[in-house]
């Protein structure tokens, strides 16, 4: 089971990693929202931090549920969320790999930071 982690901004790079690692084979858990859902009279302001933390939660007991975390990382970019998410999957021991570095590994080029 691998749990992905990276920047809600590369929703298409999440579907394509999503999509290969299933028909490798595996249970690939993957975020639950990337963009919030247009509630009508519903201010997400007002609820913004809270939704944050809430989302924030369950993408770590996501992370908790995982033998492995895979970092959508295009380019290697790294926001401030993924890089603590990859930092509680290694407290608790996770592997963790990076798109990254696979896609340099099979260009031979290296990925910018």
């Known amino acids: 089971m691998i749990t992905l982690c990276g920047s809600t901004k590369f929703e298409a790079e999440f579907a394509e990693v999503n999509q290969r690692l299933t028909l490798e084979g595996y249970v690939v858990i993957s975020l639950g929202t990337f963009t919030l859902p247009d509630l009508p009279g519903y201010d997400w302001t007002v609820d913004s931090s809270n939704l944050k933390g ?12 995982a033998d492995e975390v895979y970092i959508v990382d295009p380019g290697g970019y790294l926001g401030e969320s993924t890089r603590r998410e990859i930092a509680y999957a290694e407290s608790l021991g996770k592997p963790v790999r990076y798109l990254s570095h696979e896609h340099s590994a099979r260009t031979g080029d290296s990925p910018q930071a």
């Not at 809430?54 to 549920?65: A, N, T, W």
């Open 54 to 65: 809430r989302l924030g939660r369950v993408h770590f007991q996501k992370i908790r549920m």
